[in-house]
């Protein structure tokens, strides 16, 4: 989800489209501070304003400068590394490298065609380190690749005890499984904008599931939005909230399916969800 879709974002931007007056970076930190509701956007966008502010001094701009300096600041903060904790498949980290890596026991084949693949994948893993690696095998395993590096590792046994949160899976939907476009073959003057705009990220989720498609719902059993046809419960669904809320403009889509849609632009609700295998 690109961060100029974020309603924090298109907010401050409708902010600034709406007086064309030339601002100073003080004037900008304070309409950040009354347009940003969410206290990490804040964190985020008044972090943007003293970048602008820094780059560009205290001279005033035209909102059509600051927008466009926005617009490019977010692109490329996305490109950005982050810090924390990236758990992935050795595939979604091809290309990569951390300072520390840790490759998890796995269904690694150790047998028949498929071995040599499996090898070089294990390879793969092993060199995204940069600083440190960890091999990891449950006690009794014997991991065939663990096995033939023993003699050039340090060996720890790490003695744990089973926790029933991990039978638990956090994620957030995609926007392949969201009907991205739902909200907008309503009018403008439907209640489902207006429900739309009175949530907030992390406010609570209802699914209501009908041929094959669950309806979003808020906390009062009304419609925020649908699923997609390409999601499916992989597990009982414990609770569900508001990650993100995301604008949609007509412009977005195929010229070919903007005859559907009856809003020029909308707001998308991407759900949260925690699920029990």
Known sequence: MPLTRHREFI????ALQSDNQPIHVKQLHELVARNSTEENWLKLMSEAVTQFGLELGDAELKPGSIINWLYDYFRDLRQRPKSGLYLGTVHSAKGLEFPHVAVLEGDWSVSGQPVEEERRLYYVAMTRAINTLTLCEFKGTDSHFVS???????EVEWNGSYKPELKKTY????????DIGYPGSHHPTHAIHDRIKAVKPGDPLHFSE????????DKNG???GRTSRSFTLTGRLDSADIAIIAHRFIDDGDEQYRSRYKSERWEIIVPRVVLTK
């Open 210 to 217: 009908h041929n094959e498609i669950y309806d979003i719902l």
């Open 11 to 14: 907010t401050l931007i409708d």
């Open 222 to 224: 009304a419609i925020l």
């Open 148 to 154: 033939s590096l023993r003699t050039q590792i340090k």
């Open 171 to 178: 994620r957030t939907l995609s926007l392949a499984e969201i």
